[in-house]
């Protein structure tokens, strides 16, 4: 059984003893955000109005993984020495049925997930994900349920001919289940983001975090919709860890659940924005069709109208031929007739006051059509606020205040994990009642010029994090310049959101990476058909180096076991998966092509004891897969891990602190003179000299009989079986440096590795 996660004075993830671990995995799976049954991945076309009619009858049973499959998938991430799962499932999944009316099948099936992950060799510490982006699959993302729509009283049919949303099913062409028109001229590269600006996500969003303020006329069933939406969607969850609890409980005991995360990625809908009649000129996305919020209310009315247009250049965004949209009748709200079925249908009783067929913000006198054509913004600052930090310290700390209290009513040991919107400082909870101490604070972290670009640029960065927060009074104070500094820029953005979320929360709370991760589809997805994976392995290790350097835990986005190299993640034309089946044949090519280097002569080989768990050393506490079957100097040794399937697997496998006897201080590994260097500062206890501290050192770049070790004090076991080297060192500040000994290089340049090894050492 996993031991119990504790925090420790200074935010770090710990054991009992106050001995530092590393918390380190992946999100599984994306296909959470499709349904399995039918399978509706978002290159289904929409043909007719089934994709609507019947969304109340989806299942997604067999996503996040098929259940046969899950030993597999697990022993897998073993492999690259994880022990964390981030498991992201999505409202819709449970509640698609209508309000109140929950697939216990799924939930079932989803117990069952967790059951044969924590039976798969001492299993994975696991937290829960309500996951969503940009509200719904029907408004061109994941999450909620179609019905949420309804409730708001749109008419999701409509968004494609009143840019309400932008669906990626609707560029699917029927005939040829292919993308229609040119990828950048029909759904560009990472549009779907876009849908946060458009009148669907950006409605949902206010009325669920603000619509007691902005939408007093908006009540069902005698509560506002606030409520509403916040009510359900807290109840589904809970529900879910009801359930979970009733039937397996002991993954709870066991350690398993450790956690669950607030929203994914919540965001402020209109709250704040100060002009209705122009694009925010601090928008950093501008894709595609943009209209201002105030053309989109009109879009959403059925008027024509002409509204600007973004392409992505060399330089940014920049602003096209302005495109005329006409709806042709059509409005993004229900008519009297639908919305009366509707509501009939969930047993809705909407206010009076509320009139169907009508934008809910011209309801509420925000613009309104004077003489029978001519649209008037009455309000244009309607939605603004004094100051930018309104929304997250009022709106977003009320509903978090109801998920915290629900959650701690449940369980009071399990970490609840607060997500702020993205790249944004959480709230000022300090010495609030809803901050405890088995509380972690979440940050996602994206490169924008990757992102966006889908390539690494080795000679210009952007500070994204610095941009997103306006840390500059001129965006081009923003550019780095140079592979190096561009690195080092990364490293910095971590470091910063991390003490920006400790000076809003406190020292005391962990910073925890719940979603880091880069697009594999890079450079016109080349490495396809080359198998050259350098510019995926340089953005994953750029951000490798970031996150060790300042000890941080991470789920990578993502690890996706039905990805393919056409349809990627097989939503919205993403492809950030680490693990492809379509990968598996490159990765044996690769090696047939690479024989594996001779061992080097005994007379340099480094001195190091190496041990198995049969020879009678401790087992290491990590949930590393033992591989004790392996011939380790064997070339086919690799295969048998099966790592196949990995992309860019050189920057993925990672050598990294599992426990540290002390403090972490620092951590850096070169991936290209294959070195690993960590600083610590050792516990002074009475233990001190039986109490390791545990380096995962995977063989994948370091051959166990061509380790050189270099450290400040102490001597080290390396045990084969889990690929982790056990370091007893003193107390105060150490350090070790771990090499690789290739034949053609010696390891540390101008270094005499007889001089660099303790006597302690002995070659085994
Ligand atoms: C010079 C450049 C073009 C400057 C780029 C500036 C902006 C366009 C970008 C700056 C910050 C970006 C946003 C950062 C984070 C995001 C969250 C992300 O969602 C999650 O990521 C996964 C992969 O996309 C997804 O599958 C998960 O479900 C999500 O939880 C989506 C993108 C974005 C909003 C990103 C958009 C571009 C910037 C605003």
């Known amino acids: 059984?996993?031991?119990?996660?504790?925090?420790?004075?200074?935010?770090?993830?710990?054991?009992?003893?106050?001995?530092?671990?590393?918390?380190?995995?992946?999100?599984?799976?994306?296909?959470?955000?499709?349904?399995?049954?039918?399978?509706?991945?978002?290159?289904?076309?929409?043909?007719?109005?089934?994709?609507?009619?019947?969304?109340?009858?989806?299942?997604?049973?067999?996503?996040?993984?098929?259940?046969?499959?899950?030993?597999?998938?697990?022993?897998?991430?073993?492999?690259?020495?994880?022990?964390?799962?981030?498991?992201?499932?999505?409202?819709?999944?449970?509640?698609?049925?209508?309000?109140?009316?929950?697939?216990?099948?799924?939930?079932?099936?989803?117990?069952?997930?967790?059951?044969?992950?924590?039976?798969?060799?001492?299993?994975?510490?696991?937290?829960?994900?309500?996951?969503?982006?940009?509200?719904?699959?029907?408004?061109?993302?994941?999450?909620?349920?179609?019905?949420?729509?309804?409730?708001?009283?749109?008419?999701?049919?409509?968004?494609?001919?009143?840019?309400?949303?932008?669906?990626?099913?609707?560029?699917?062409?029927?005939?040829?289940?292919?993308?229609?028109?040119?990828?950048?001229?029909?759904?560009?590269?990472?549009?779907?983001?876009?849908?946060?600006?458009?009148?669907?996500?950006?409605?949902?969003?206010?009325?669920?975090?603000?619509?007691?303020?902005?939408?007093?006329?908006?009540?069902?069933?005698?509560?506002?919709?606030?409520?509403?939406?916040?009510?359900?969607?807290?109840?589904?969850?809970?529900?879910?860890?009801?359930?979970?609890?009733?039937?397996?409980?002991?993954?709870?005991?066991?350690?398993?659940?450790?956690?669950?995360?607030?929203?994914?990625?919540?965001?402020?809908?209109?709250?704040?924005?100060?002009?209705?009649?122009?694009?925010?000129?601090?928008?950093?996305?501008?894709?595609?069709?943009?209209?201002?919020?105030?053309?989109?209310?009109?879009?959403?009315?059925?008027?024509?109208?002409?509204?600007?247009?973004?392409?992505?250049?060399?330089?940014?965004?920049?602003?096209?031929?302005?495109?005329?949209?006409?709806?042709?009748?059509?409005?993004?709200?229900?008519?009297?007739?639908?919305?009366?079925?509707?509501?009939?249908?969930?047993?809705?009783?909407?206010?009076?006051?509320?009139?169907?067929?009508?934008?809910?913000?011209?309801?509420?006198?925000?613009?309104?059509?004077?003489?029978?054509?001519?649209?008037?913004?009455?309000?244009?600052?309607?939605?603004?606020?004094?100051?930018?930090?309104?929304?997250?310290?009022?709106?977003?700390?009320?509903?978090?205040?109801?998920?915290?209290?629900?959650?701690?009513?449940?369980?009071?040991?399990?970490?609840?994990?607060?997500?702020?919107?993205?790249?944004?400082p959480p709230p000022n909870l300090q010495n609030s009642k809803i901050l405890d101490n088995r509380t972690i604070c979440a940050c996602h972290f994206y490169d924008g010029m990757t992102l966006m670009y889908k390539t690494w640029n080795k000679r210009i960065g952007i500070d994204t994090y610095g941009l997103v927060n306006k840390k500059y009074s001129n965006p081009a104070f923003a550019v780095v310049l140079g592979e190096n500094n561009i690195r080092k820029c990364i490293r910095k953005q971590l470091s910063e959101m991390q003490k920006d979320t400790k000076s809003m929360l406190g020292k005391k709370v962990p910073v925890f990476f719940t979603e880091i991760g880069i697009p594999f589809d890079m450079d016109d997805k080349k490495a396809y058909i080359t198998n050259d994976y350098s510019s995926q392995t340089a953005a994953l290790d750029a951000l490798g180096f970031a996150l060790e350097g300042s000890n941080l835990s991470y789920t990578l986005w993502c690890y996706c076991s039905i990805n393919s190299h056409i349809w990627g993640d097989n939503w919205n034309n993403e492809d950030f998966s680490i693990w492809s089946p379509d990968d598996k044949p490159l990765y044996h090519d690769t090696r047939a092509r690479t024989p594996t280097p001779e061992p080097s002569p005994a007379s340099t080989v480094a001195s190091v004891s190496t041990s198995t768990s049969k020879s009678g050393s401790s087992q290491p506490p990590s949930f590393i897969k033992p591989d004790n079957q392996l011939d380790l100097d064997s070339p086919s040794c690799t295969l048998k891990s099966d790592l196949s399937g990995f992309r860019a697997l050189d920057a993925i496998m990672r050598p990294f602190p599992i426990k540290i006897h002390g403090r972490f201080e620092f951590a850096e590994f070169n991936l290209c003179n294959k070195s690993y260097l960590l600083k610590l500062v050792g516990k002074t206890t009475p233990e001190q000299i039986t109490v390791p501290t545990y380096i995962f050192i995977p063989r994948h770049h370091f051959t166990p009989s061509r380790l050189s070790i270099r450290s400040s004090s102490g001597h080290y076991t390396y045990n084969t079986d889990y690929q982790v080297l056990e370091w007893f060192h003193e107390p105060g500040h150490q350090f070790i440096e771990i090499c690789a000994k290739s034949k053609s290089r010696p390891n540390t340049p101008g270094s005499d590795t007889s001089n660099d090894l303790p006597a302690e050492c002995v070659i085994s």
């Open 1 to 424: 059984m996993p031991a119990k996660i504790h925090i420790s004075a200074d935010g770090q993830f710990c054991d009992k003893d106050g001995n530092e671990i590393q918390l380190r995995g992946v999100n599984l799976d994306p296909s959470v955000k499709i349904p399995a049954k039918p399978f509706l991945s978002t290159h289904a076309p929409i043909e007719n109005d089934t994709f609507f009619e019947d969304a109340d009858k989806v299942s997604f049973i067999n996503h996040p993984l098929v259940l046969d499959d899950i030993e597999q998938h697990i022993i897998r991430l073993k492999s690259l020495g994880y022990n964390t799962i981030r498991l992201p499932f999505t409202w819709e999944s449970l509640e698609h049925a209508g309000p109140g009316q929950y697939d216990f099948d799924y939930m079932d099936y989803i117990v069952e997930v967790l059951t044969r992950i924590n039976s798969v060799q001492q299993g994975m510490y696991i937290y829960l994900d309500p996951h969503q982006d940009v509200w719904s699959r029907f408004s061109g993302g994941s999450g909620a349920p179609l019905w949420t729509l309804y409730c708001a009283g749109f008419q999701p049919a409509n968004f494609l001919a009143t840019d309400a949303a932008i669906l990626h099913n609707y560029y699917i062409d029927p005939k040829t289940g292919r993308e229609v028109g040119k990828d950048e001229e029909s759904y560009p590269k990472m549009v779907w983001p876009t849908n946060y600006f458009k009148l669907a996500c950006q409605t949902m969003f206010t009325l669920f975090f603000g619509g007691k303020q902005y939408a007093p006329k908006c009540t069902i069933n005698g509560e506002n919709i606030q409520d509403y939406l916040q009510g359900r969607f807290n109840d589904a969850i809970m529900t879910l860890c009801a359930r979970i609890k009733e039937k397996a409980p002991e993954l709870f005991e066991s350690n398993c659940i450790i956690g669950l995360e607030s929203m994914n990625e919540p965001n402020c809908g209109y709250i704040g924005e100060t002009n209705l009649d122009v694009i925010p000129k601090e928008r950093n996305l501008k894709l595609g069709k943009t209209p201002t919020a105030f053309q989109s209310f009109m879009l959403g009315e059925g008027i024509e109208c002409t509204i600007d247009q973004y392409k992505r250049t060399f330089f940014g965004f920049s602003k096209g031929k302005p495109c005329t949209i006409n709806p042709k009748g059509k409005k993004a709200w229900l008519s009297a007739e639908e919305r009366d079925a509707i509501d009939a249908k969930y047993n809705w009783e909407r206010n009076p006051e509320w009139k169907p067929d009508t934008c809910i913000w011209k309801l509420h006198g925000v613009w309104e059509i004077q003489n029978g054509k001519r649209p008037v913004l009455l309000k244009p600052n309607y939605f603004s606020q004094p100051d930018a930090t309104v929304f997250i310290n009022n709106h977003f700390v009320d509903y978090y205040t109801g998920i915290y209290n629900k959650f701690r009513e449940f369980d009071q040991e399990l970490f609840i994990i607060i997500q702020p919107p993205v790249m944004k």
